[in-house]
């Protein structure tokens, strides 16, 4: 298991999601504005590319493809002089892990690699075992935030006290591989302590904690009333456990849950009275950032005004 | 220019089902798959198997069996990859991962292409622009659903983007390395290979995979954001193969 002081806070590759940059680019200045606050050396490159996420898992890209990719951005990395990747989706977080330990692993699929990159004319792309390590060089941008958790409580503006809130972890971040998370992926607590030292009241535990949010990659799209249902479970456990807020890692999460409520709110005819928000969106909000010019949240679907008003906030 | 065929690597040729499953470059070396117990903590903890038909105990049991009929099986296309069977499963193995080998064996064969047809101009449009976008369709389908806040919202993606200080949506890529790689592994082949297969079927829903919703700043004016009243975007043809 990795432990806190492995995570680093110097040569931080922070790696764009596709997701994000779309759907909620308030995750990303949020990010920005804490890795600012809390001294964090890392650089953002108009070079790195889409992981191959959403393609990949629809099932699209074969692995070798995949596995390219990834080698391209991971010189990326090592050309800017930023080798450590920070991912904001848990998804980039899986295909680069995955990629790296295959590339380092399997010598077929790194000659294999390296000679499209040759045969394209892209020598400098070609990776060398070891360039880049999956278990020390490639991190979640959540791990980074929990590793000065201190820090947050100490800069911490918002009072935030009575804030009945509650996290969902990311698959791809703790399921798919448990051995390299912060915890314990039976019940992973690391949006909660950063909530913790933000000064919410992070529920313990909720029915369904660990099912996924229903997004499924395809699923959404050919099977969309069982990815629905699984989200409708889910808003029905936090309804029943009297949240105001759930609080996420990731945008893929983040779209299921919050542009599909009021979707699912329609469907099956229900309410629910809880926002959403990515964690470093909320613990930007706790250090006072402004909740639109840096955490974006005018680009929500489920309006968050009465939650900033009851907080102070607006 | 050596031809790359994606087969070779993620469903090489195997005397059954399983060691084309191990053999695979998208499962590890570590793979439990002969070490399954049939416990069922797969099935016990998968949301598919608690929605849906979908058993991956079962599904690992028939893979072991060598049984060819599951890349018929319809529920195949259920699971999420979330990988809670993966975190669940006591000796290592991976029905996620197995799903995703057999997942293009049946595609190999001509099963569940339907399944993809929302999906195929990903690879074009990535290409171009260095990011990806999820399919047109379902954009038109979120638009209908959460009507005029969100259509308002993609409308002004790129005054709140400047507002926040980040900066294009495309990458910068002036060698077109995306393409290249895209080509050199493989990708359009299997694409056109899929497309044309689905055609031939005549399992198309008559999606046009290839329109995507072109909301990026400085490529597209924002203008170009049309939504009709039946609440699909007419918007523009972005990427054509």
């Not at chain 1, 050396?41 to 596995?67: N, R």
């Not at chain 1, 399921?175 to 998370?181: A, Q």
């Not at chain 2, 292409?113 to 990903?122: D, T």
């Amino acid at each position: 298991m990795k432990k806190m002081e492995d995570i680093p806070d110097r040569k931080l590759l922070l790696f764009k999601s596709c997701m994000v940059s779309q759907e909620y680019p308030g995750i990303e200045k949020a990010t920005k504005y804490l890795f600012d606050r809390l001294g964090i050396d890392y650089f953002v490159s108009e070079e790195q590319s889409c992981c191959t996420g959403i393609g990949h898992y629809v099932d699209l890209y074969g692995q070798l493809t995949t596995t390219a990719i990834a080698a391209r951005n991971f010189a990326v990395a090592r050309k800017c002089g930023y080798p450590n990747i920070a991912c904001m989706c848990s998804t980039c977080y899986a295909i680069n892990k995955e990629a790296c330990e295959l590339l380092n692993g399997n010598e077929e699929v790194r000659a294999q690699v390296n000679s499209v990159f040759r045969e394209k004319g892209l020598e400098d792309l070609v990776y060398a075992k070891g360039d880049l390590d999956e278990r020390t060089n490639i991190f979640h941008v959540l791990e980074v935030i929990f590793s000065k958790k201190e820090l947050l409580t100490e800069m911490t503006e918002v009072d935030f006290s009575g804030l009945k809130a509650a996290a969902h972890h990311a698959c791809h971040y703790y399921k798919f591989r448990p051995e390299d998370m912060i915890g314990n992926p039976e019940n992973p607590r690391l949006i909660d302590g950063v909530a913790g030292a933000c000064g919410a009241d992070m529920l313990r535990w909720y029915e369904d904690r660990s099912l996924t949010c229903g997004m499924g990659f395809a699923q959404l799209h050919i099977h969309k009333d069982t990815s629905l249902k699984v989200t409708q479970t889910k808003l029905e456990s936090l309804r029943k456990a009297g949240v105001e807020l759930l609080l996420h890692m990731c945008p893929n999460c983040h779209i299921q849950y919050d542009r599909c409520q009021p979707v699912i709110e329609k469907e099956f005819g229900s309410e629910y009275d809880f926002v959403h928000m990515n964690i470093a969106q909320f613990a930007a909000l706790a250090l006072g950032a402004d909740p639109y010019k840096v955490c974006g949240l005018q680009t929500h679907s489920v309006p968050l005004e009465n939650f900033l008003e009851k907080y102070g906030i607006i | 220019m050596t031809l790359i065929q994606i087969d070779e690597y993620d469903t090489p040729a195997g005397k059954s089902l399983a060691e084309t499953i191990k053999a695979s470059i998208r499962t590890p070396d570590s793979l439990g798959l002969d070490r399954c117990i049939q416990c069922g903590a797969c099935t016990a903890s998968c949301p598919a198997a608690r929605f849906t038909a979908y058993n991956p105990r079962l599904l690992v049991k028939r893979v072991l069996e060598n049984d060819r009929g599951v890349l018929e099986d319809e529920t195949l296309w259920n699971c999420f990859y979330c990988y809670t069977c993966q975190l669940r499963c006591p000796r290592n193995n991976s029905p996620a991962k197995l799903v995703q080998v057999l997942r293009q064996l049946a595609l190999n064969e001509g099963i569940g292409l339907e399944n993809m047809e929302h999906f195929l101009g990903l690879g074009e449009f990535f290409a171009a622009h260095g990011i990806s976008q999820v399919p047109e369709h379902y954009l038109g389908k979120m638009a209908e659903a959460l009507g005029s806040s969100w259509v308002e919202f993609k409308r002004d993606l790129p005054a709140i983007r400047a507002e926040l200080g980040l900066g294009s949506l495309d990458i910068r890529d002036e060698r077109k390395e995306i393409r290249s790689i895209l080509e050199g592994t493989g990708h359009f082949e299997r694409a056109e290979s899929l497309r044309a297969r689905l055609k031939e079927s005549g399992a198309s829903e008559g999606i046009e995979e290839n329109k995507f919703l072109n909301a990026i700043p400085g490529k597209n004016k924002s203008e170009d954001i049309n939504l009709e009243k039946n609440g699909r975007y007419s918007g523009p043809e972005a990427l054509i193969v």
